[in-house]
């Protein structure tokens, strides 16, 4: 098997191998997300609501990790 640029080559008839393969090069690259990114426009000021809401919610989870756990008795 072999890899060339986004093509594998497969010598040894083992195609499942081969598709990992594909599948973990095609992920590393990060093509699968910018396709996925390119599917619909989002307009520049709802990918910077976005961004803030997930920021946002970050925030809200860590301060949550840090309370201390309300006492049972």
Known sequence: MMIKGRTIINTDGNTE???RKFKKLI???GMLQEVRE???FVKPTIR??????QAVRR???YLRDQE???KMF
Request: glycine content about 0%; cysteine-free.
């Open 48 to 53: 910077r609501k976005l961004a803030k809401n």
């Open 38 to 40: 390119r599917q619909e």
């Open 27 to 29: 992920n590393d690259i």
């Open 59 to 61: 925030w809200k989870k």
């Open 68 to 70: 201390l756990p309300k």
């Open 17 to 19: 191998k081969a598709l």
